[in-house]
């Protein structure tokens, strides 16, 4: 259990995400007091140099190369997966086993199956669990979520999710190794589907609710790309542009979008709900802000407005500054930490937890899915699969 020094991190993973979680725990007490904190125990990654410097440089204890080790110690409460998709089932499982907390990036797996596997692993050990779907403590976002909780939006009709980018259009860019282990299939599973969609399935889960069926399509624009490990000109399995029609069980539409072809986005995520009463809509290039139209009130000066989410009573943001001062992206990592911590305290769920992340991985499988069949397909319901799998 978490000492008087906090929650006990063992981090693997020294890339993009390890630096984002070990900011956030280093933040998450001095803005969030009444959460315990963390410890840094150790930091794992492959290349023992790179390990020891990351460790130096953000305050871990110690630095290991084989995770096994963080795993065995008996110091440890939390292993926080940040590795690519091809070894996150192992990790969580042998964590699991050995009776850790679990964090795991998303998406959980490389494929269904796999996503299974990790949460029988972490439900049957009975310990608690997250997947770093972090959009979701974007304040702006969390304050859609409440409004659409308290009935401002009504029925929710229609909504329209996009993850844009642009940083793979060069042929010459390799497959594999460590900067672009991204288009390998064999560690990455999906392509944009799993990697930037799952953000978007994430959200509309969380905003509008279960996905019934999807009806999809991919397209891989660059076939062959040379392999960074091996050198040799290799096929593209993946998929490089990704879009798909949802039909909820709640009888709402969505569209979704996801590329890494779209000339001059580097990051652009959008969203926009349609109810009876009223829409929202957010853009990650501007997140502090949230759109808004509400039908109520006087025709004549009804419109949409901008609401700059940093004021005290806005989710998360009487734990920063003064009113009108925004926050952004690396502090979604600080708040998602904070109700781990929190739900850790008081014995609720705050945060997307493995079947949260599963319910995300239904989604993707079937859009890959529906691509390949040129039909539309059921979503698995993932509840009795995952109760199915426990049973065997
Ligand atoms: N939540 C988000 O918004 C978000 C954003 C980016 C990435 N991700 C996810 O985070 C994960 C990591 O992505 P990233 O961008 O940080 O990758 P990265 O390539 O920047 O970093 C990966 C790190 O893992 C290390 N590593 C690889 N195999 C290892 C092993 N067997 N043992 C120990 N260390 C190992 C690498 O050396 C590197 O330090 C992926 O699953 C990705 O999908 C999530």
């Known amino acids: 259990m978490p000492t008087d020094r906090g929650l006990r991190v063992g981090l693997v993973g020294a890339g993009f995400m390890g630096r984002t979680h070990s900011n956030a725990y280093h933040q998450v007490s001095r803005f969030f007091p009444q959460e315990r904190g963390a410890d840094l125990v150790a930091v794992c990654s492959r290349d023992g140099a790179k390990a020891q410097d990351f460790a130096t440089q953000w ?21 926080d997966i940040a590795t690519p998709n091809d070894t996150h089932a192992e990790i969580a499982e042998a964590a699991a086993k050995a009776g850790k907390m679990v964090a795991c990036e998303k998406p959980l797996g490389r494929s269904l199956a796999e996503s299974r596997r990790m949460t029988v692993a972490v439900e049957r050990a009975d310990v608690a669990n997250m997947v770093w779907y972090n959009y979701r403590r974007v304040p702006a976002l969390a304050l859609a979520k409440q409004m659409i909780d308290e009935g401002r939006l009504g029925r929710i009709f229609h909504s329209r999710f996009k993850f844009l980018q642009d940083w793979t259009i060069s042929a010459d860019l390799p497959q594999g190794g460590a900067g672009t282990w991204r288009l390998d299939a064999a560690v990455a599973g999906s392509g944009v589907t799993g990697d930037l969609l799952a953000h978007c399935i994430d959200a509309a889960l969380w905003l509008v609710g279960p996905v019934a069926e999807v009806s999809g399509t991919t397209e891989v624009f660059v076939p062959e790309r040379v392999h960074a490990l091996t050198g040799k000109r290799e096929p593209i399995t993946l998929d490089d542009a990704s879009l798909f029609l949802a039909r909820f069980a709640n009888g709402s539409l969505a569209t979704f ?26 853009d990650l290039h501007d997140l502090h802000r949230l759109q808004f139209f509400s039908y109520d009130g006087d025709g004549a000066t009804r419109g949409w407005r901008s609401i700059h989410v940093t004021d005290g009573d806005h989710p998360y943001m009487k ?74």
């Open 59 to 79: 305050g871990y204890g110690g630095h290991e190369t084989d995770w096994r080790k963080l795993v065995a110690r008996d110091d440890i409460d939390l292993i």
């Open 257 to 282: 979008e996801a590329t890494r072809f779209a000339r001059g986005h580097k990051a652009l995520f959008t969203l926009e709900l349609n109810g009876e009463k009223g829409s929202v809509a957010w």
């Open 319 to 392: 734990a920063w500054w003064v009113p009108g001062l925004q926050i952004g992206y690396e502090h979604t990592f600080v708040h998602q930490v904070a109700d781990f911590m929190s739900g850790l305290r008081t014995g609720t769920k705050t945060v997307p937890d493995f079947a949260d992340g599963l319910a995300v991985d239904a989604v993707v499988d079937a859009v890959l899915k529906s691509a390949r069949s040129r039909s539309w397909e059921t979503v698995e319901n993932i509840e009795q699969a995952a109760r199915l799998e426990g049973a065997a």
